[in-house]
């Protein structure tokens, strides 16, 4: 399918930043062929189905990269709980009652909500049981996708809710052989041990080795959130979070650590030399009181961060947007006004999630050669004018929301048309 998309202007963030205007975008195969002028588009009108957008801004799909998509159902369950309390009296027991129907019902509501709300690719930590149903929600939407089966096979808060360190890796094989890859290349596999306190080191050493029988999957799980986390897991393993992977050869650059708030600068030193990536989550972090990761100091390491919103408890919204005001918000009352501006803020959430996920050359801005995966917004509705001539970065971190996403567009495929998901709004 053919398509010319035509917008008011496209910004995007990569080594250039780039604000183009009278510009238009040319799709073919789902990727952006070129990047033409709106005069030269009247010679190509009758070969190319033509989309006209002149009134919004066109920027890259936005990249989640810690999302939990198995507690879309549990929403209104993290109001005033820490961690280790939250998961062993909400958490566990609601994942452990999951069965295939809830699972489903909970995937359809995140997808259908991310995909709104301009989110097109995530990383995705399941639940322990049926993945198959997670996987099959998300080839059928059409979004793009690292996710894989919560990894369990120690679980003192809550002995019920695990298996047996083969069931965890024969599962887990199974499902990675059967879903990595699928989906037209959309879909990869992303192993999650869920974090230290519930994962053997055999489950924890093994599960990255499994990872060399799937070229381009990625290790994805929880580190350093919460004070009373980081001092069980020293009581158990003598050691911090982060030393402890390294000290098991768990981190290289296809680690993704969601949280890593409380880290000693010997860690931050670990993350650097590994060249592993951190999951920023700030409402997850205000919510659960785990507290304020210092974003500042691992970008100025030169740790890869990217965003996510974590699972819907902790965010209640699944909204990147929530996500980008809160990552801008926190780190100024700490490090003063200009330590989190609102280009490195997008930047977070658009070229840095790609670079986490290692699609920068495939995703996360608007560039030729790229897949066509890109959000129009509309930022002149007359109930919330924003001044977008000062800086547009600032008003799309500061204030835009789902509300102003007009269509939603993944390998050129249009799966959101004003605020209506292709997939889901039949059937939710
Ligand atoms: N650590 C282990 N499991 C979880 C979870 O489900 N959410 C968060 N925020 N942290 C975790
Ligand atoms: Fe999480």
């Avoid at 999302?67 to 879309?72: N, P, R, S």
């Avoid at 990383?123 to 894989?148: C, V």
């Avoid at 007009?406 to 249009?414: P, R």
């Amino acid at each position: 399918m053919k398509k010319i998309i035509i917008p008011k202007n496209i910004v995007t963030a990569n080594s250039e930043n780039s604000i183009l205007y009278n510009s238009a975008i040319v799709v073919e195969d789902g990727i952006i062929k070129r990047i033409i002028s709106t005069d030269d588009v009247s010679l190509l009108r009758n070969e190319y189905e033509i989309h006209n957008y002149e009134n919004y801004t066109l920027i890259p799909g936005f990249i989640q990269t810690h999302i939990h998509l198995c507690q879309t159902l549990f929403r209104g369950l993290a109001d005033d709980l820490e961690l280790l309390d939250w998961l062993q009296k909400k958490i566990f027991p609601f994942e452990n009652a999951h069965d295939e129907n809830s699972l489903r019902i909970s995937t359809q509501l995140g997808i259908n909500e991310l995909l709104k709300g301009g989110t097109t690719t995530i990383l995705d930590m399941g639940t322990l049981h049926h993945q198959e149903i997670i996987f099959d929600e998300l080839i059928k939407s059409g979004m793009r996708a690292y996710a894989g089966n919560c990894m369990i096979d120690r679980n003192d808060l809550y002995p019920k809710f695990s298996e047996s360190t083969k069931w965890n890796l024969d599962n887990t094989y199974q499902w990675a052989k059967t879903f990595h890859n699928s989906s037209d290349g959309k879909i990869k596999f992303g192993f999650a041990p869920r974090f230290v306190l519930s994962c053997s080191e055999n489950l924890l050493i093994e599960t990255k080795e499994m990872m060399n029988d799937f070229e381009g999957s990625l290790y994805h799980t929880h580190s350093s959130e919460n004070k009373k986390e980081v001092e069980t897991v020293r009581k158990i393993t003598g050691k911090d979070n982060v030393e402890y992977f390294d000290s098991i050869n768990i981190l290289d650059d296809k680690t993704v650590l969601a949280h890593c708030i409380h880290l000693s600068d010997d860690e931050v030193k670990i993350l650097n030399k590994n060249n592993s990536r951190v999951s920023h989550c700030p409402s997850s972090n205000l919510k659960l009181g785990s507290g304020i990761a210092n974003i500042p100091k691992l970008i100025e390491n030169k740790i890869s961060v990217s965003i996510g919103a974590d699972g819907a408890p902790c965010n209640n919204s699944l909204s990147i947007f929530k996500e980008m005001h809160l990552t801008a918000l926190i780190q100024k009352p700490l490090h003063g006004p200009t330590s989190m501006d609102a280009l490195t803020v997008f930047r977070l959430a658009t070229i840095e999630g790609a670079r986490a996920l290692h699609l920068e050359n495939e995703i996360g801005s608007i560039e030729v050669g790229k897949k066509a995966d890109f959000v129009l917004l509309d930022l002149n509705k007359s109930d919330q004018p924003i001044n977008v001539n000062e800086n547009i970065y600032s008003a799309i971190v500061y204030s835009a929301d789902k509300s102003n996403v007009k269509a939603v567009f993944v390998d050129g495929i249009q799966l959101v048309n004003d605020s209506k998901v292709k997939f889901y709004d039949e059937i939710l």
